[in-house]
């Protein structure tokens, strides 16, 4: 299936893009997290991340749908 | 909307207007400004970064937090995003209610809640030339000056 994956601030450095779209077997975001950090050189470890999807905050063990919208989200730091 | 971003200067007396209420007592207000250190480095200048699609709710329901905990009138935030130098002001916070007390105690609150929850991020470029997102490379896995 096809997903599109956003990349913000820390992880879009290390992953060298805004975006993408991937196509995978990866079931669920901790899936794939794991295949994504194989890929790129991130330093962030999945239990220091949060993950959302469709633009809603999402559990690491939701099943992705072909055209979901994946955002993992770095330690944040506003204000 | 009762948070919002921005790319330019936060306009703070527009923002203001906005809280006024004839039942009001007074407003507090909270503003975060860019400052030439952090952690024994000298920052030269910050870049701010946001997920602006959840942003917008997470912050907006921050808001509707403040507003059920809290018995005051109006809160708004306004944060803005993109490149900053020493001395701008990065957020807004305010609050109008009825008695003081119940202002600074939602105004902290909002603040709070907005820098532990929304997809914000923040890039400082310091003296030395070097640069580093805060709160993401202290707690790397793999420090930086370990890569090869």
Known sequence: MKLNIQYYALMREQAGRSQETLETSAATPADLYGELASRYPFTLSREQLKVAVNSEFSDWSRKLESGDAVVFIPPVAGG | ?148
Request: with cysteine.
């Open chain 2, 1 to 148: 909307m009762r948070f919002r971003f921005t790319h330019s200067a936060i306009d703070t007396a527009a923002a203001r207007r906005e809280l006024e209420h004839l039942g009001a007592g007074g407003y507090v207000s909270f503003e975060g400004w860019v400052r030439d250190h952090n952690e024994g480095q000298e920052v030269t200048r910050l870049e701010y970064e946001a997920f602006e699609e959840l942003a917008l709710k997470e912050g907006g329901r921050i808001i509707a937090d403040a507003l059920r905990r809290f018995p005051v009138k109006h809160a708004l935030c306004v944060h803005r995003i993109g490149s900053l130098g020493l001395g701008d002001l990065a957020v807004w916070v305010g609050v109008s209610s009825t008695h003081r007390g119940e202002a600074f105690d939602a105004c902290r609150f909002i603040i709070d809640e907005v820098k532990h929850r929304v997809p914000i991020w923040k890039k400082e470029h310091y003296r030395s030339g070097d640069s580093g997102w805060v709160n993401c490379e202290r707690c790397a896995v793999v420090p930086h000056h370990a890569q090869p």
